[in-house]
């Protein structure tokens, strides 16, 4: 056996013994949760969308986005799961669901059965469309390059990151924008730009994540791509104003811009964007110091945009594709609501540069194991401190996880910097 296989037997091993580490982790973590405590302790961003179909499914869609009738659809669904007493008058601060009624079409459809019961069979769909699609992705990224036994063992590796597990156990819904994001850069690697916009316009799911995107594609004139977003935006768009009403849109209009940054519990504090650092750093510093940090980081964070974004790439190269890893690492950082399970879109990125061998394995290791481990530090340090000394520091474990969320997209976006002012040095002295 040669140096060469000796050394793959190697990290294969490797591989599959972190995620053995990490599957028993989070799966026990998954299981303590729904086994201890009530849904929706997990589940709750589930919920949500739950009540959104349910009053979509019994009154009309114009009043999904009515917070007295969300707070009272949420507490009589928690009256029926036995979690509140019957003839107890109870106020809640609603959890609500800030989408285009286009997205709450399955939803009208699982609300017909109990939220409980909902969200497992959602999870169950999410699993499988997880790891089903990573797995026709993997086949078909449209590289040119045979995947070996250990790349897609990196790709299995991915399923057992911090973002997914997130996006499991509260019931989100970044599956279809994982997808999304999949279906549009494959189609870009298979020279089929229409078709990679169409599925561009899926990510209005979270529309926060077109926010750098289609100025990307304006400036580098990728006309076909955007006429694809428009034609999918435009039915999305189009069927939203169908179902809810102009009165619907205007009301989401105002839960986003109004009420809803009032009064929604959004936990800006333990997101993974740059507000996050000013919120943390206006706290701990009783000054708003926090903002300006936020802000240069924003300032610098769109000028390494620019950067990579000035070299006019091929539309679905493979420096392309890395490209785009730099513009949607970047937008989670500048996005004004970015929490951890966001970068699930992320996924079909890494997968994609690092099959191309523009990222390395490492990175991609760093990027799936850091959160885990610190949090696992964290839980047991609490632990102990807690039971010798009657410290409780469990209060900043969404700190924990969101701050190392910010730094491994931080890395990344680094990361896809270094490739291309490496690859810039590199022409320059062969010139």
């Known amino acids: 056996?040669?140096?060469q296989s000796s050394k793959k037997i190697q990290q294969i091993n490797?591989?599959?013994?972190?995620?053995?580490i990490l599957g028993s982790f989070y799966i026990s973590l998954f299981y303590l949760v729904t086994s201890k405590s009530h849904f929706p302790d997990f589940g709750v961003d589930y919920l949500a969308w739950w009540s959104a179909g349910k009053i979509a499914d019994q009154k009309e869609y114009s009043q999904i986005y009515n917070l007295d009738i969300l707070q009272s659809v949420q507490v009589q669904e928690l009256k029926a799961l036995g979690l509140i007493n019957e003839n107890e008058n109870v106020q809640i601060i609603p959890n609500t669901s800030p989408l285009l009624s286009f997205f709450i079409i399955p939803f009208q459809w699982l609300s017909r059965i109990n939220s409980r019961e909902g969200y497992w069979i959602w999870t169950v769909i999410n699993i499988l469309v997880i790891i089903s699609y990573l797995l026709f992705f993997g086949r078909n990224a449209g590289l040119g390059q045979s995947q070996s036994t250990n790349e897609f063992l990196l790709i299995f590796l991915l399923l057992f990151s911090y973002p997914v597990f997130s996006n499991i156990g509260l019931g989100q819904v970044q599956t279809f924008l994982l997808v999304c994001i999949g279906e549009f850069i494959?189609?870009?690697?298979?020279?089929?730009?229409?078709?990679?916009?169409?599925?561009?316009?899926?990510?209005?799911?979270?529309?926060?994540l077109l926010i750098l995107i289609i100025p990307v594609l304006l400036i580098m004139r990728e006309w076909k791509c955007l006429k694809g977003?428009?034609?999918s935006s435009i039915v999305i768009i189009g069927i939203s104003i169908y179902l809810s009403g102009v009165n619907g849109?205007?009301?989401?209009?105002?839960?986003?811009?109004?009420?809803?940054l009032r009064t929604t519990p959004s936990n800006p504090g333990v997101m993974v964007n740059w507000r996050m650092i000013g919120v943390n750093l206006n706290s701990v510093s009783g000054s708003p110091i926090g903002w300006l940090v936020s802000g240069i980081g924003i300032i610098l964070?769109?000028?390494?945009v620019y950067y990579l974004i000035r070299h006019g790439f091929q539309f679905g190269s493979q420096e392309w594709m890395m490209m785009m890893l730099g513009v949607f690492t970047a937008t989670i950082a500048v996005s004004w609501h970015s929490h951890y399970h966001l970068a699930m879109v992320l996924i079909p990125l890494i997968i994609t540069t690092n099959i191309a061998k523009k990222t390395t394995d490492k990175v991609m290791y760093?990027?799936?194991t850091l959160t885990p481990t610190i949090w696992l530090f964290y839980l047991v340090t609490a632990?102990?401190?807690?039971?010798?000394?009657?410290?409780?520091?469990?209060?900043?474990?969404?700190?924990?996880?969101?701050?190392?969320?910010?730094?491994?997209?931080?890395?990344?976006?680094?990361?896809?910097?270094?490739?291309f002012v490496a690859k810039n040095k590199a022409i320059e002295q062969n010139n």
């Open 301 to 304: 964070t769109i000028l390494g």
């Open 229 to 231: 977003f428009l034609l």
């Open 383 to 419: 632990s102990i401190l807690a039971s010798s000394g009657g410290i409780n520091i469990g209060e900043y474990q969404g700190i924990v996880i969101g701050l190392t969320g910010f730094v491994v997209n931080i890395i990344l976006f680094a990361e896809t910097i270094r490739y």
């Open 366 to 368: 760093f990027w799936v």
């Open 1 to 3: 056996m040669n140096f």
């Open 14 to 20: 490797w591989t599959l013994l972190i995620i053995v």
């Open 186 to 208: 494959r189609n870009a690697a298979n020279k089929k730009p229409i078709v990679s916009g169409i599925w561009l316009g899926g990510l209005l799911l979270k529309f926060q």
């Open 249 to 260: 849109m205007l009301a989401l209009g105002r839960l986003l811009t109004g009420n809803y």
